[in-house]
């Protein structure tokens, strides 16, 4: 059984530093994609189903990212979010962000954002990722051209 769970963590970073490689090379540098299954975009419209679906991110960032309108969760699940310190960012203002890379954002996702109450996704696919990775960019354009 341990050497199971050893060879199941080594499997996850194997994966997780071919993942960063894949995505760095394929979808910021601009090279061309190392199979024909993973796309080198991401799709904003997908990624907002992802956002506000599987990835679950509205729970904290709220639906679309918009903080103050979160979905309505269990009693405990609410108490639990109102309680993060750091709280979640706000994804629409610029002033907020710390993370300032795709890169940064796609390992704060996949790996967790230590600090803060940020944890692991490791249910996306590759291309969820570069999806919601697409979405995040449209939150951050939609929050830096609000005017003040």
């Given at each position: ?20 490689d894949t995505v760095e090379k394929n ?33 904290c960032h709220g639906i679309d990212g ?83």
């Amino acid at each position: 059984m341990r050497g199971l769970s050893l060879a199941c963590i080594l499997f996850a970073g194997c994966w997780g530093i071919q993942f960063t490689d894949t995505v760095e090379k394929n979808a910021w540098a601009g090279s061309p994609p190392s199979s024909k299954s993973m796309k080198t975009a991401g799709d904003a419209e997908r990624g907002r189903a992802v956002f506000n679906g599987k990835g679950i991110c509205y729970y904290c960032h709220g639906i679309d990212g918009k903080k103050g309108q979160r979905p309505q969760l269990a009693a405990d699940t609410t108490t639990l979010i109102n309680q993060l310190n750091p709280p979640p960012v706000d994804l629409r203002n610029p002033n907020e962000l710390r993370l300032s890379t795709d890169k940064q954002r796609a390992r704060a996702i996949r790996d967790g954002h230590p600090g803060t109450g940020m944890f692991p996704d490791t249910t996306m696919t590759n291309q969820e990722l570069l999806d919601t990775l697409a979405y995040l960019a449209v939150l951050r354009q939609e929050g830096s051209s609000k005017k003040p």
